[in-house]
């Protein structure tokens, strides 16, 4: 079992950026792959971008890639999505999400129903 909060949220302008943490509990965090998702109103979630379980390997949406840059620190139990040259169609709540599976094949792992664990949400405003 884990427990996922995100936090880091908030209004930026556009061109700004922000720092999102998902600090996880439980015990198997390390094996985890970790990703991160999307949700603007009226919209479905969307991929992001995700981590695997070692940090060798990450993939971005390609609305993201080249701005956005994902992390993990398992001493800490936390991952990160530093998010740069922010853009209003950025805005949208921000989840992150642990999937228990290792593969990191990408029809997985941007699939929300692959992911086993997820944090509450923060928000992310971009202002135009």
């Known amino acids: 079992q884990a427990q996922l909060v995100e936090s880091g949220g908030g209004l930026v302008q556009a061109g700004g950026s922000l720092r999102l943490s998902c600090a996880a509990s439980?015990?198997?965090?390390?094996?985890?792959?970790m990703g991160w998702f999307r949700q603007a109103p009226g919209k479905e979630r969307e991929f992001v971008c995700a981590i695997n379980w070692s940090g060798s390997n990450t993939y971005y949406a390609d609305s993201v890639k080249g701005r956005f840059t994902i992390s993990r620190d398992d001493a800490k139990k936390t991952v990160y999505l530093q998010m740069n040259r922010l853009k209003p169609e950025d805005t949208a709540v921000y989840y992150c999400a642990a999937d228990q599976n290792p593969s990191f094949q990408v029809v997985i792992i941007t699939r929300p129903l692959s992911y086993d664990y997820w944090g509450q949400g923060t928000q992310v405003t971009v202002s135009s």
């Open positions: 439980g015990r198997s965090f390390s094996s985890y792959t």
